[in-house]
Nanobody
C-alpha cells in the first residue's frame, strides 16, 4: 500500500486547509487511518484517526477545529483543518494500519502565519 499525502501550504491564522491522503489500493481492508504531525524540533504527534467503521478520535489540541473523514469509494482520507493556529505548523503525515503493518505517506508541510 502506498499513501500519497497532499494539500499542505501556507495559510494565515484563522484560515483553513484540507489535507488528503490517497491510497494506491482499496482502503476497505485498512482498519485505521489517520494523521500525525511533526513540528520543527519536536517529536511526531498523533493528531487524528478514523476506523474502518467511521469512529473518529482527535488529540485535544485540535478538537472542534479539525475533522477527519474517509471515502472508501475513492480510497482517500481527508483532514479538514479550520481555525488554524501558528502552533499547527508542522509536517503532516498520513498513515494506515492493515493488520499489524503501518503504512506511511510522505509528509506535507502546513505553515500557519500569525
Amino acid at each position: 500500500v502506498q499513501l500519497q499525502a497532499s494539500g499542505g501550504g501556507l495559510v494565515q491564522a484563522g484560515g483553513s486547509l484540507r489535507l488528503s491522503c490517497a491510497s494506491s489500493r482499496s482502503i476497505f481492508s485498512i482498519n485505521a487511518m489517520g494523521w500525525y504531525r511533526q513540528a520543527p524540533g519536536k517529536q511526531r504527534e498523533w493528531v487524528a484517526g478514523i476506523t474502518s467503521g467511521g469512529t473518529t478520535k482527535y488529540v485535544d489540541a485540535v478538537k472542534g477545529r479539525f475533522t477527519i473523514s474517509r471515502d472508501n469509494a475513492h480510497n482517500t482520507v481527508t483532514l479538514q483543518m479550520n481555525s488554524l493556529k501558528p502552533e499547527d505548523t508542522a509536517v503532516y503525515f498520513c498513515y494506515g494500519d492493515q493488520g499489524s503493518t503501518r503504512y506511511w505517506g510522505q509528509g506535507t508541510l502546513v505553515t500557519v502565519s500569525s
